[in-house]
Every structure is written in structure tokens, then in C-alpha cells.
């Protein structure tokens, strides 16, 4: 026997069918209803898109445009201010050839020289620097396990860094001549009197903890050499350097400049190697694109 919940599952089936039919119903026979909806749908996409392409046809245009700018205003806001001065370019580590041509470039364009490019071999050659300097007390390098030997070590990156930028006008000036084959592994132009030095930081992977200690000892005593001279000492990287070696250039307490491989970074770069101070570029560790350079803190 049939009861009221029988008669209403039937009711709300026929009425689920009836619904379905309707649908079907017009989805078959009013196909322009479809089609008119569907054309509406791609004629609004297609404009959206149009609109997007002219939109971004004209931001390529104002971008060409204010590079255009900017490449012809460089040359003016840098010009003169490396005048007749020698700069050096000092890689710890690999050297590369696209970071000389954009340093030299910069240097150039700014009035100045790039006299002296070398670049430090890493890891050290702990052996081949004991022999060079058989005679003296350098030739203790090799043990630059203890803490003497670490001392010695950043003793003697102080002495190369002071020899490096005033062209080996120091007493003893014959030890970077001495050492030249087992510290560098290139040099290219000559020692001359520096006013301005770049460094390019490229420790390479997979050195031994003594040869680490080793590298980081000579290179804190390179630079304090350099600094001692007075001579402003920049570090350089590209935007694509990873990992960035900014946090080893503020460890250092240099400047550095983060986008060489682009103008803000080669205008950054030379008002650095004017004397200003500060962490330049466009990633996350740079204080500012560029140098203040109204009231810039400068040398002469």
C-alpha cells in the first residue's frame, strides 16, 4: 500500500524532469540564444585584450623613452668626476669579463682610468706563498691554522692591499712582485698609484674550513690595507649575483653598489669611488638606488 511519502518522492521526480526538459529544450531550440551569448562573451574578451595591448604598447613606449633619457643624461652626471684618476679592480676569486667591461666602462665614462685589474686565486695557495717569500717571516704562511698563522696572514693581505693602490711606493714594495705568481691568478695593465678601488667578491664553493680561515684573513687585511691609504674602496656585484655578497661588503664596512649592470648602478659606483658612502642598488640590503648627491659626503 502506497503512502504519502510515495506520492511525493513522485511528484518532486516529475517535476526534476520537467526542469531538465525546459533546459535541454532551450539549449537545443533556441541556438541563437547560445550563439548570442557566446559571441557577446568573445566580442567583451576580445576588447579587454585590445585595450591590454594598446595599454601596454604605450608603457613600452614611455619606457623606451625614458631610457633614452636616462642613457643621455649619464654621461652629463658623471662627467668629469673621475678626472685623471686611476682606478684598480681587484677580483677574490674568478675574475669575469663582463663585470671588468662594465667597471671599466663606469670608470671611463667618468673621466678615469682603470689601470690595474688582478684577480686573487681562491683557495690560496698556501704552499707556493710560504716559498715565494722564503727569507722572511711570511714564509711561516702555511701555518695559518693557529691563531699566529691567521695574524701573519692578515698582516701580510695588509701589506698587498697598501702595495696594491699606491703602485708599490711602500718599503718592502718588492713582496707583491715576489708573490704575484702564486696570489694572482690574472693581471692585466699595471701598478700605478690608485685613487679609487673596486672589488668583486667571488669566494668559490667547497673550501676546507682552513682554507676558508686563510681567504678571509688575507682579504679583511687587503682591504684594510687599502683603506689605510685612504683610498675609497668600493664593492661590486650584478643584480643577478647570488648569493649576494652586499652582507660581506658591509661586514667589510665598504661601499658597494648591488646593479652594476645597470646605469643607476654605474653612476652609483662612480660617485662611490668619489668618496661617497653607503649600500646602492635595487635589492633588498641597498639603502638607496643612488647616492644624495647634494651634500654628498665626497673626497676632493
Do not use: C
Request: proline share 4%; no cysteine.
Amino acid at each position: 500500500m502506497f503512502d504519502y511519502r510515495y506520492h511525493a518522492l513522485s511528484l518532486a521526480a516529475v517535476l526534476l524532469a520537467l526542469a531538465v526538459g525546459v533546459v535541454i529544450g532551450v539549449a537545443i531550440g533556441d541556438s541563437n540564444l547560445v550563439s548570442s551569448a557566446k559571441s557577446g562573451i568573445v566580442h567583451d574578451l576580445s576588447s579587454e585584450v585590445s585595450g591590454a595591448q594598446h595599454q601596454a604598447g604605450q608603457l613600452r613606449a614611455q619606457l623606451t623613452g625614458e631610457e633614452a633619457f636616462v642613457n643621455d643624461l649619464y654621461p652629463i652626471a658623471v662627467h668629469g668626476l673621475l678626472s685623471g684618476r686611476n682606478v684598480g679592480l681587484v677580483f677574490l676569486g674568478s675574475p669575469s669579463n663582463r663585470v671588468n667591461g662594465l667597471v671599466r666602462n663606469a670608470v671611463t665614462q667618468a673621466g678615469g682610468d682603470l689601470v690595474t685589474v688582478v684577480a686573487v686565486r681562491e683557495p690560496l695557495d698556501l704552499a707556493g706563498l710560504a716559498r715565494a717569500a722564503a727569507g722572511t717571516h711570511f714564509a711561516a704562511l702555511a701555518a695559518v691554522g693557529s691563531p699566529a698563522g691567521r695574524k701573519l696572514m692578515a698582516r701580510f693581505g695588509g701589506i698587498v692591499g697598501r702595495q696594491l693602490v699606491s703602485g708599490g711606493q711602500l718599503v718592502g714594495r718588492e713582496l707583491l712582485s715576489r708573490e704575484r705568481g702564486p696570489l694572482l691568478s690574472a693581471f692585466d695593465g699595471q701598478l700605478g698609484k690608485l685613487a679609487g678601488l673596486v672589488v668583486v667578491h667571488a669566494q668559490p664553493a667547497g673550501m676546507s674550513p682552513q682554507q676558508q680561515e686563510a681567504s678571509g684573513a688575507f682579504e679583511s687585511g687587503l682591504l684594510d690595507g687599502a683603506g689605510t691609504a685612504g683610498v675609497p674602496t668600493v664593492g661590486a656585484e650584478l643584480s643577478s649575483t647570488q648569493p649576494s655578497q652586499v652582507p660581506w661588503y658591509q661586514a667589510q664596512n665598504i661601499s658597494s653598489v648591488d646593479d652594476l649592470d645597470a646605469i643607476a648602478g654605474q653612476a652609483a659606483l662612480v660617485y662611490a669611488l668619489r668618496g661617497s658612502r653607503g649600500t646602492y642598488g635595487i635589492k633588498p640590503t641597498a639603502d638607496s638606488l643612488l647616492p644624495n648627491v647634494v651634500g654628498a659626503s665626497t673626497q676632493p
